[in-house]
Every structure is written in C-alpha cells, then in structure tokens.
C-alpha cells in the first residue's frame, strides 16, 4: 500500500498510485503519434542495455531518466497513453497533480516534488505529472515576490531530481510554451498529441457505442458526425454520453428507445455550449479584438467602481487594490490595451 506524503498546509495526499489497466488499444491517435510513442517503448525496453551493458551508464551519471514529454490540447488522449506506457511495461503508475502538490508554505512544495520521486522508486512506478505546465513552468527572471521565489525553487527541485532519477517520467502538458525550456533537454522524447483527423474523429464516433447493446436509431451518421465538428475525443466522449442520457429520458417504454443522429447532433451543441461558457470573460459582451473601444470602456468602469470602493477605508483600500491587480492581470491576459487607459492617474 502507498505511504501517504502529507502537505504541512494542508493536509492530504498528493499523489495517487493507480493500477493501469487502459491500453494502446483504448485510444485512437494520429499514425505520427502512435509511432513516437512506439519508439519511446523501445527507449525503455532497451535502457539497461545501453546504460548497462554498454556501459554508458558509468560516463553518464544524470540524464539518465527516461523522461517523455506529451504536449497537445485537453482530450486528444495524453493521460490514456500515460496508463498505456504503464500497462506496456508492467508497472505501476503514481499520478501527481499539481493543484495537490502546491503549497502555502515556503518550500514544501519543493519538499512534495522530492516526496514524489521517493515514492515511484520505492514503488518501482512511472511517474506520471499531469497539468505539467503548471508545475515546470517557466521560472521567473527577475524575482521581487515571495510566490516567484517559491515557484523557481520547485522548478530547479524538480530538474534536479529529474537528473539523478532511474525511472520512467511522463510529462503531461496542455500549454507546452509554459514548459521551463531546461526540461528540453532532460526530456528523451517530446510527442505532440494533435486533434484528431476527420477519418480518425469517425472512428472515435464509433469507439464510444457498444457493438452489440446500444440501439442505434437508422439516421445516425457518425462521418457526417466526424467532417460537422473539430473536436477531440474527449468532447466526442461528452458528447455521446449526453445524447445517450438524452434519448433515455425521453417518454415510452425504454425497449423500444434509440439513439438518434438529433441526440448526437445536441449533445455535441452542448458541449460546445460548455466550452463557449468556460471562455467567458469577466466583462459584459461578446467576445472583440483587443482594443475594441468597448473593451475599454468596461475596464475603465470596473476600475473606477474599484477606486471608488478604494476611498471608503484603509482595509477596503487595501482589498481594492488587490481586485485592480487581478482586474489588470484578467485584461493583460485577455490581450487588452491596458497602458493606454492611464490607470494609474
């Protein structure tokens, strides 16, 4: 059974050991990415004999980690392959996350990266560091924050441990830019996991239906399903189990009930829906280019409603400050034209 590495702040497990039990076989990928990952099989199959063997090993002493790299957008497959690599290799996998590693206290996330890597070698486990980007992000150049300073000090922990480590480690990254260029070269292997083709989305269609239980109504068209929407095999996934919930909760008997091309149709119109939700800016409106005026105009609003709370007391003085900087972070995200509003007049 796993030891539990407990955060001082707050108090729980940061990671989880799982069992693999999903396969290549699980998941429908681009003919490039599955060759690369074929070859990062063949990188851990044959380590020992170019390390030992060979002898490479004894001029080698860091970088010796079998480090992977799966960059691509949330839902093309990248945690499936991490489990599959697992599976592959009959081990183990220990899945870090870094909402659960991250720390109040100075230094103890650093302490929890150490904690992790003890813990795949005493489980002889692939480590497995999802929403990596977070975690291995570029390190601040000039450091004025205490939160900057913390977070350069996890990331020259983690390169450290990565030089002397043995195992299998797999990077997993929505936003591979944010990635720390140092991991480049500590990395044996990056693989791009890219949205499905057209031919592959169909085929991804059909992998979600059982072959023999799910009624099908005659009207359903998955290719047409597949060439309608760009999507990725997690939002096809979504997107069948809403039009199966869909088609069941409709009236009659359910034996006689199916799953028709309009429960496809409307279960990939809300996951849409969903993901034009998650977008949603802070600001009232649709969606504008950067410097639209009425961009502009909202920001100047929100700012003078937060100077006018900002005269009120020294303590609400205090917190507006704090909502102007995230308001003003919120707008630099954005790509707003934050310099010409003269905020700070």
């Not at 099989?41 to 002898?55: A, C, N, P, T, Y």
């Not at 860091?62 to 392959?81: D, E, R």
């Not at 590693?101 to 813990?119: D, L």
């Not at 949205?195 to 047409?224: C, M, S, Y």
């Amino acid at each position: 059974m796993i030891k539990p590495f407990l955060s001082f702040a707050a108090r729980r497990e940061v990671v989880d050991l799982v069992l693999p039990r999903r396969t290549f076989e699980d998941v429908i990928l681009p003919e490039s990415t599955r060759r690369a990952l074929e070859e990062a099989l063949v990188q851990i199959d044959k380590h020992q004999l170019i390390f030992e063997d060979w002898g490479l090993g004894e001029r080698h002493s860091t970088g010796i980690a079998l480090a992977f790299h799966f960059a691509g957008p949330p839902g093309t497959g990248k945690t499936i392959c991490a489990e599959a690599v697992a599976h592959a290799i009959g081990r183990r996998m220990l899945k870090v996350r870094y909402s659960e590693m991250e720390s109040a206290f100075v230094g103890e996330s650093g302490k929890n990266v150490v904690a992790a890597f003890r813990q795949a070698r005493e489980h002889d486990a692939v480590l497995f560091f999802d929403e990596a980007d977070s975690i291995a992000a570029r390190r601040f150049a000039h450091v004025s924050q205490g939160y900057e300073r913390e977070a350069n000090l996890t990331v020259n922990v983690l390169l450290s441990e990565l030089e002397h480590y043995p195992g299998v480690v797999i990077f997993a990254t929505n936003l591979a830019a944010n990635f720390d260029p140092a991991f480049e070269r500590r990395v044996r292997t990056h693989i791009l996991f890219e949205l499905p083709t057209a031919p592959d989305r169909e085929r991804i269609w059909r992998a979600q239906i059982h072959p023999r239980k799910t009624p099908l109504a005659p009207d359903v068209d998955f290719g047409a399903l597949a060439r309608r929407w760009e999507a990725s095999g997690g939002d096809i996934q979504n997107a069948v189990l809403k039009a199966a919930h869909a088609a069941a909760a409709e009236k009659g008997r359910d034996r006689g009930k199916t799953i028709a091309q309009r429960h496809f149709v409307a279960g990939m119109e809300a996951v849409v829906a969903a993901k034009r939700t998650m977008r949603q800016s802070l600001f009232d409106g649709s969606p504008s280019a950067p410097g639209d005026p009425r961009r502009t105009e909202a920001l100047e609003r929100m700012v003078g409603e937060l100077r006018g709370t900002s005269g009120r007391a020294a303590g609400a003085r205090r917190a507006s400050g704090l909502l102007l900087a995230l308001a003003l972070a919120a707008a630099a995200a954005a790509g707003w034209a934050v310099a010409s509003l003269h905020l700070f007049r």
